[in-house]
């Protein structure tokens, strides 16, 4: 039995060839606030270190201030945060997400409607 249709929107938001923020992206920064680290979040997410970490770089380098940054030693060792930046971006893209789906409600529904069983 095929499952049921489902939407996802794919929100990205671009300078010039980089992506600066998407679903990937924010669910790498969700990720980083779960876990506390970018090896962790890279972990919990199915990618690699590199991956991540070039991720987070593209993000930083995209917004005025930096979305992570590392946290110094101490008793757990370190880590790496989300900013105050970061935390808004996040907000304010899950934000545009639930705005979206709502507007779109009744044409969602439709669309759906129109798809195989």
């Given at each position: ?25 924010i ?26 970490w ?39 893209y899950?934000s ?22």
């Amino acid at each position: 039995m095929p499952a049921a249709p489902s939407l996802r929107f794919r929100i990205r938001i671009t300078r010039g060839d980089d992506i600066a923020v998407g679903p990937g992206k924010i669910a790498l920064l969700e990720a980083i606030i779960d876990t506390g680290s970018i090896t962790a979040a890279a972990r919990k997410l199915g990618m690699s270190y590199r991956r991540a970490w070039l991720l987070a770089d593209q993000m930083n380098r995209a917004f005025r201030s930096p979305v992570i940054e590392a946290a110094t030693g101490g008793r757990d060792g370190g880590g790496t945060l989300v900013t105050k930046t970061g935390q808004e971006v996040i907000r304010r893209y899950r934000s545009i997400e639930a705005i979206s789906t709502a507007a779109a409600r009744a044409e969602i529904a439709g669309l759906l409607k129109l798809l195989r069983g």
